[in-house]
């Protein structure tokens, strides 16, 4: 008898129960692979409410200690994951990954400036819709004169393209400039080698 199912212990005990013997030679059916030997032994049980245990009383349980701030708690805290992303060095010029830190902004003698994101990473992302048929390249995070990064920016998108023009758009409000294509490689280059 097989079976690709399992459907309980009622179902095991049914097929056990069912061996036949031939010419005195006893023969068991044959148990589906899923089936193991725990499983015969012990039925399956969910999670629920009712199959937990009940509280007992609180004189059985180990009497707990609890302590503020003991001394070991620091061997603890290095293998926690921080809650923030901590503060990238400044004074270092390139990491070996290749992440270079974000020079600081002076709004005096910079035309426009693009801030990194929480995570410290250059904000140029790559939206794709239409089932990937349609790709915009969007760079947000954009402080100043944002008509003069996108002046700059479709310079050397077009460079990139030998010449061919290609579609932008600034929105000011949210400090976002898009262009039509994949160029992500490109603008993060350009933004990089200025220091954002």
């Known amino acids: 008898m097989a079976c690709s199912v399992f459907r309980g212990p009622r179902f095991i005990s049914s097929i056990l129960r069912s061996s036949r013997t031939i010419s005195g030679a006893e023969i068991t059916p044959k148990i589906p692979a899923i089936i193991t030997t ?15 245990p009940l509280v007992r009383d609180l004189q059985e349980y180990p009497e707990v200690e609890i302590v503020r701030n003991p001394p070991e708690w620091k061997y603890v805290e290095r293998l926690l994951r921080p809650q923030t992303v901590p503060i990238p060095p400044k004074k270092v010029e390139t990491l070996p990954s290749g992440w270079k830190p974000q020079r600081t902004y002076d709004p005096k003698s910079d035309k426009y400036f ?32 944002i ?43 350009y933004l990089e080698e200025q220091g954002f």
């Open 114 to 145: 693009v801030r990194r994101t929480k995570n410290h990473m250059v904000p140029v992302y790559l939206m794709k819709t239409y089932r990937g048929m349609r790709q915009v390249t969007l760079i947000r995070y954009v402080l100043g004169d």
């Open 147 to 189: 008509w003069a990064l996108e002046k700059d920016l479709r310079k050397v998108v077009e460079a990139s393209q030998d010449g061919k023009v290609c579609a932008s758009r600034v929105n000011e409000m949210s400090g976002q400039i898009t262009f039509h294509g994949d160029y992500v490689d490109v603008v993060k280059k």
């Open 38 to 52: 725990t499983t015969l032994q012990q039925p399956l049980r969910h999670s629920s409410f009712r199959s937990s």
